[in-house]
T-cell receptor, first 113, second 109 residues
């Protein structure tokens, strides 16, 4: 069966510091991968998605970037965090299929201070 | 108009009650539809996909009305463990999923 991992689970970072969040998927090949952010009391916002190694699509212009160095690895980065980057970051995967159901990792709760 | 709109609730119901949530979407080209469940401070988990003909999974029934652009979720015989936030999700085109802000449900003894 497929599993998705994210780390770290929680993170407190000062403004202006760099960020690296990692997501890995097991039990599937060539998944579509996604990064979302959920601000407190808000819906999920799609940040990036990837349909293959090195292929990244950005949905929202901001100071974040994403990379996919391996088939089942997806990384979210920032060179300098802003206060507004605080939130719950969720990685998800899907297979190509009729419905494209997405399955989420446990998330990283980021607080920028 | 928001792309996906849900009543935020909260819905407070007694155990054993039947409760229904509606969700409207604005893009008539939307291709597929889902309900997710999210517990407090946890990741969303897929509850059910919503098929054109409607579908049922135990106590849960989902309906789609393309003409009126809404989907619904019915929960029968509510359990305490059903307490969560229910997210309506609309897939615009494969990788473009739009999430509602969620409807909070609390089932009380």
């Amino acid at each position: 069966s497929q599993t998705i991992h994210q780390w770290p689970a929680t993170l407190v970072q000062p403004v202006g510091s760099p960020l690296s969040l990692e997501c890995t998927v097991e039990g599937t090949s060539n998944p579509n991968l996604y990064w979302y952010r959920q601000a407190a009391g808000r819906g999920l916002q799609l940040l990036f998605y990837s349909v293959g190694i090195g292929q990244i699509s950005s949905e929202v212009p901001q100071n974040l970037s994403a990379s996919r160095p391996q088939d089942r690895q997806f990384i979210l980065s920032s060179k300098k965090l802003l206060l507004s980057d605080s939130g719950f970051y969720l990685c998800a995967w899907s297979d190509i299929g009729d419905f494209y159901e997405q399955y989420f990792g446990p998330g990283t709760r980021l607080t920028v201070t | 108009r928001k792309e996906v709109e849900q009543d935020p609730g909260p819905f407070n119901v007694p155990e054993g009650a039947t409760v229904a949530f509606n969700c409207t979407y604005s893009n008539s080209a939307s291709q597929s539809f889902f309900w997710y469940r999210q517990d407090c401070r946890k990741e969303p988990k897929l509850l059910m996909s919503v098929y054109s003909s409607g579908n049922e999974d135990g106590r849960f029934t989902a309906q789609l009305n393309r003409a009126s652009q809404y989907i619904s979720l019915l929960i029968r015989d509510s359990k305490l463990s059903d307490s969560a936030t229910y997210l309506c999700v609309v897939n615009l085109n494969n990788n473009d999923m739009r999430f509602g802000a969620g409807t909070r449900l609390t089932v009380k003894p």
